[in-house]
């Protein structure tokens, strides 16, 4: 089978669907990828002999660039004679619908890594992109979803087949990088990146903005370090908030307390040193900073958004806090460093709850929503047919 897999930019092809792409190749299956490369090119892609084009989509809805996409990735469909299209995220998952809603033969998979709205969200998202899912519904075959709200959401939309509705359980975390480690390995790691034995290392890695809210988790660092000397924050991502957060920490004088690490690519050591993971996010749709965490055997304390309380149930693998609570966030914080039993209870909980999240899982879930796809007895509705153009494309095919 032709599969084409769409992206609004690279970026979300190379972090999370690398996995899938590989086991859709094993499978027997030509892959092909489309997003706007505005980075690199994975070399992974370029060794599978994936078809690479780039697309230039952008993520905001109302930028004239999105027409060009739209043009672009029309014509490369009806070039490449794909059988099913995957789109994720939001922007190219509804251009690439609207291109293909006449074009017959087409599967149209859509996998929802959290819409962009949800309980709390400004008015704004619901009337843009509430507005885009609607419409791009019925141009859809099977739409999968990551979380509670989402799904329960999901089933109010009307798409082209009936009852093609899934929650599948993230995009999967790779277990045999995020583990725990001794106590032993654990002191040796904090000896080569430069800390104390006896500090207490709280992580949150995450880009620096607005939804993911880091400025709750400073304040809350700074009610706690007359009581927890040893205290030290590290903050791991890049963002446009970075200089607002930088003065927020001057302000509280947290500079000998909290590191900004930037972008890192060995974010299973900095998890694996430390003893606490934080997600103060304001939404997420399911949190791979989160499911490595929980991998790892770290306690964990998340705000009460979605996405973080699909994965963390309070008091169980972790301490559940309200969204803009900063004094509670400060309490659970406390309460873990307090309490070894809790800290080992919470570990524990999260190796047992992570396996279901595992790639190997996901994969099954996929292979089993494929299975159904296809299966004899279900039937796919299209739409009249379009005879193939010449393609206008940018694009690439690595040997």
């Known amino acids: 089978m032709k599969i084409l897999i769409v992206s609004t930019v690279s970026g979300t092809i190379n972090a999370f669907l690398i996995p899938h792409i590989k086991w859709l190749i094993k499978q027997g299956n030509e ?20 078809t690479i084009y780039s697309v230039p989509f952008q993520r905001n809805p109302l930028k004239i660039e999105n027409l060009t996409a739209l043009k672009i990735i029309k014509q490369i469909v009806m070039n490449g004679a794909y059988e099913m299209v995957h789109v994720h995220t939001p922007i190219a998952s509804f251009l690439t619908r609207m291109a293909c809603r006449n074009i017959r033969g087409i599967t149209m998979v859509y996998t929802s890594h959290g819409f962009h709205f949800f309980k709390g969200a400004p008015k704004k998202n619901w009337l843009i992109y509430n507005t885009l899912e609607k419409i791009a519904a019925r141009w859809t075959d099977v739409l999968i979803t990551m979380n509670d709200e989402d799904y329960e959401y999901s089933k109010k939309l009307t798409l082209r087949s009936k009852s093609s509705y899934h929650k599948v359980h993230g995009v999967g975390i790779d277990l045999d990088k995020y583990f725990p480690i001794t106590l032993e390995e654990k002191l040796a790691l904090r000896s080569e990146y430069q800390y104390h034995s006896d500090d207490f290392i709280v992580i949150y890695v995450a880009e620096l903005s607005h939804r993911k809210h880091q400025d709750l988790l400073i304040k809350a660092i700074s009610r706690l370090t007359e009581r927890i000397h040893s205290i030290k924050l590290l903050l791991v991502g890049d963002g446009e908030m970075f200089k607002d957060y930088k003065e927020l920490v001057s302000y509280y004088q947290l500079e000998k307390k909290v590191e900004f690490l930037g972008y890192r690519k060995d974010i299973d050591k900095l998890l694996a040193l430390s003893d606490l993971a934080v997600s103060t996010s304001r939404q997420e749709g399911l949190p791979v900073n989160i499911m490595e965490a929980m991998a790892t055997g770290l306690p964990i304390v ?16 972790g301490i559940v806090v309200g969204i803009d609570d900063d004094v509670a966030c400060a309490s659970a914080i406390e309460k873990i460093y307090m309490s070894n039993n809790m800290k080992t209870y919470f570990s524990k909980n999260n190796l047992d709850r992570i396996q279901a999240y595992s790639i190997e899982s996901i994969l099954l879930e996929m292979e089993e929503i494929y299975d159904d796809l296809f299966s004899p007895h279900n039937k796919v509705i299209t739409n009249k047919y379009i005879s193939p153009q010449k393609a206008w494309i940018t694009g690439r095919s690595r040997e």
């Open 31 to 50: 892959v092909s990828v489309a997003a706007n490369y505005a980075e690199d090119i994975n070399d992974e892609i370029v060794e599978l002999g994936c």
């Open 302 to 317: 998340v705000t009460n958004s979605r996405g973080n309380r699909d994965l963390i149930t309070d008091h169980y693998n």
